[in-house]
């Protein structure tokens, strides 16, 4: 659901690491199936066992302003993580 352990190391400073790292909470960031780093930006009941994330992809880190990913406009199949 959220970044932990897996993500270690691939923010682009070490305010968004830390986020993606953190195992005391759960952090409004994660990083998709697809490798591309999302906001959480609400729950639906969807599925009646769980609820269902609502995810919205960041193209540029809120920390250090560096971009992490196409937007919309540039990839239309959804902005796979800039490298």
Do not use: H, W
């Amino acid at each position: 659901m959220a970044g932990g352990t897996a993500n270690k190391g691939v923010g682009c400073c070490s305010a968004l690491d830390a986020v993606l790292t953190a195992d005391e909470y759960e952090p409004c960031f994660t990083v998709d199936d697809d490798g591309v780093l999302c906001l959480t930006v609400g729950i639906t009941d969807m599925d009646e066992d769980e609820p269902t994330l609502v995810l919205e992809p960041i193209i540029f880190c809120p920390f250090c302003g560096t971009r992490l990913q196409a937007g919309a406009e540039d990839n239309q199949a959804g902005g796979e993580a800039v490298s």
